[in-house]
């Protein structure tokens, strides 16, 4: 599975962007998908993660409210809508996908990631 994220920029504080993710190979496969960001000096984090089949959906605390992780299948696209955009929400952001084997195995995919920046 390739994983392609764009969408990424500067923007200014209370702003919108939205994010995708184009997913490639054996997307079939792919049971959850998902977004992470990664701030400078600070470990990577889950943003929202979305299941491919039913679409259950989960977010961070600090997202909830404002971001919307969404799919479209027939794309093989994954999008994060983020709006009123806080400079703490500056990050790397990453596309993730997951694999389930069994209840025991799993392959996690990631994308290249690609830059926020939310200005104050």
């Known amino acids: 599975v390739q994983l392609v994220e764009s969408g990424g920029g500067l923007v200014q504080a209370g702003d919108s962007l939205r994010l995708s993710c184009v997913a490639s190979g054996s997307t079939s496969k792919i049971g959850i998908m998902g977004w992470y960001r990664q701030a400078p000096g600070k470990q990577r984090e889950l943003v929202a993660t979305i299941n491919n089949s039913d679409g259950t959906t989960n977010y961070a605390d600090s997202v909830k409210g404002r971001f919307t992780i969404s799919r479209d299948n027939g794309k093989n696209t994954m999008y994060l809508q983020m709006n009123s955009l806080k400079p703490d929400d500056t990050a790397v952001y990453y596309c993730?996908?997951?694999?389930?084997?069994?209840?025991?195995?799993?392959?996690?995919?990631w994308g290249e990631g690609t830059l926020v920046t939310v200005s104050s």
């Open positions: 993730n996908a997951k694999i389930i084997w069994s209840i025991q195995s799993l392959t996690t995919y």
